[in-house]
């Protein structure tokens, strides 16, 4: 078997259709092949290091091949793999539960296998809750201009990314759109709560028409990530809150991607203080080791399901459902919060870099710099269609691995990562600005 670079990228481009990619663009731009993990660095077959300035796709929470998740597995794997949860049970699904509604305030964790999933079974949950409640034309959704949550015909119809979308309009369901408070929209002088609230008021104005149809509004807490890690005041959950009261509207949080610590709280919602109807977790649950997802509740919704009639209960599956190797995992990384005082760790190593950030935030081409637990983002000035190719390209050749969205850089590392890996990042960034790639 070859250790070569070079053979694993063209067999990859052969058998592997990559996602989120035009394929043909790998006529140019190189796939890269990765042999190992270790920690915040990801190493390839040439013994190149890249720090993982992405988390592999805001997954990675304590970096590769975490000594603690590893053992854990491995106890798992010689203990119980899965078994079908329908009519079954097993110690790890039933302690993550437990430990999940004790952190979300929440219950009656139901599962999924990736965030789609997880955003599918809050929409479908919200519905089947006001149909059970004899209120059956509560049917439509509301979400955020630039929202994600994620790819499957339920989740597109709630994302509105263009690119991802528009293609598959006919195969959508139309939903509502309210403006973003994404900050970085506001007027001259306008305070971001300011803004914040005036989207706020948008809502109402589409709850007062329309609340009567309306099942849910979903919405990613305090930071919109695939928008550009558009950031976001807290005022605006703590009024959303308010108002789905006010007019009966469940209020969904994504906590997809901002959940487990990413936002310095351990869920996003944390920082208004409010507890959604439905939380949909993923990503950096199992510390970006397995795919799984969890759909949280309140306990008025399950009893709305709660009955004789088999068809009030939520007949939603997947095989996968629960799996005993995913949950073990996800239990770890919930001791590893624990022990090890990860919150606390985090906000100390983001204080140190901060002067490190404001240099970098100094620079002439950098716009809206912003900063949000364990996630640095700015916009970059004068950019051209490509830039973000390009930036990858380059940051690459220096080791580090990112995916600018757009014109906006945003670093998301392992909570792994070193403080003198963060000061490396930004000087690089810093190199890559002054070379004027654009
Ligand atoms: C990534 C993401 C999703 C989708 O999760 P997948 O595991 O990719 O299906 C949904 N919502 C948000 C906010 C996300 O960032």
Redesign the pocket.
């Known amino acids: 078997m070859s250790q070569h670079n070079q053979d694993w990228l063209a067999r990859s481009r052969r058998a592997v259709w990559h996602p989120c990619t035009q394929m043909k663009q790998h006529e140019q731009l190189p796939i890269v092949p990765i042999a190992r993990g270790e920690g915040a660095w990801l190493i390839d077959f040439e013994g190149r290091r890249f720090l993982d300035g992405v988390s592999s796709w805001?997954v990675n929470l304590f970096g590769h091949a975490n000594p603690r998740i590893n053992v854990a597995l491995m106890d798992q794997m010689n203990t119980l793999e899965h078994v079908i949860l329908a009519g079954f049970t097993q110690k790890p699904v039933v302690e993550l539960s437990e430990k999940l509604g004790e952190l979300t305030g929440l219950g009656h964790a139901f599962y999924g296998s990736?965030?789609?999933?997880a955003?599918e079974i809050a929409l479908k949950m919200s519905y089947h809750y006001w149909r059970n409640r004899g209120q059956e034309k509560k049917t439509g959704f509301v979400s955020l201009k630039n929202s994600?949550?994620?790819?499957t015909l339920g989740?597109l119809s709630v994302t509105d990314v263009p690119l991802f979308s528009a293609t598959y309009a006919p195969l959508l369901r139309e939903t509502h759109r309210v403006m973003s408070p994404d900050w970085r929209l506001a007027e001259l002088g306008e305070s971001a709560e300011a803004y914040a609230l005036r989207a706020a008021d948008q809502l109402e104005a589409l709850f007062k028409q329309h609340a009567t149809d309306l099942a849910a509004f979903i919405v990613?807490p305090l930071c919109q990530?695939?928008a550009g890690m558009a950031m976001y005041h807290p005022v605006y959950l703590r009024r959303v809150r308010e108002l789905c009261d006010e007019y009966n509207v469940h209020l969904v949080a994504?906590e997809?991607?901002?959940g487990f610590g990413r936002t310095g709280t351990l869920f996003a919602c944390e920082h208004a203080g409010i507890k959604p109807d439905l939380i949909?977790l993923?990503?950096g649950i199992t510390g970006g080791y397995l795919?799984l997802?969890a759909v949280l509740t309140t306990d008025e919704i399950y009893a709305a399901f709660y009955a004789d009639d088999v068809s009030r209960g939520f007949l939603h599956s997947h095989s996968y459902t629960g799996n005993a190797l995913a949950c073990r995992a996800a239990l770890e990384v919930l001791h590893i919060f624990k022990d090890e005082d990860v919150l606390a760790t985090n906000r100390q190593k983001a204080s140190i870099v901060a002067p490190d950030f404001a240099r970098l935030s100094a620079h002439p081409r950098v716009r809206n710099a912003r900063q949000l637990g364990m996630i640095w983002a700015f916009d970059v000035t004068d950019t051209q269609p490509g830039f973000a190719g390009r930036l990858f390209t380059a940051a690459l050749a220096h080791g580090v691995l990112l995916r600018p969205i757009g014109s906006t850089i945003y670093l998301m590392p392992p909570y792994v990562v070193t403080v003198a890996e963060l000061q490396q990042v930004f000087t690089t960034l810093l190199t890559l600005l002054d070379e004027n790639i654009s």
């Open positions: 805001w990736d965030g789609a999933s955003t994600y949550h994620g790819e989740a990613e990530g695939a994504d997809i991607a901002m949909c993923s990503k795919p997802s």
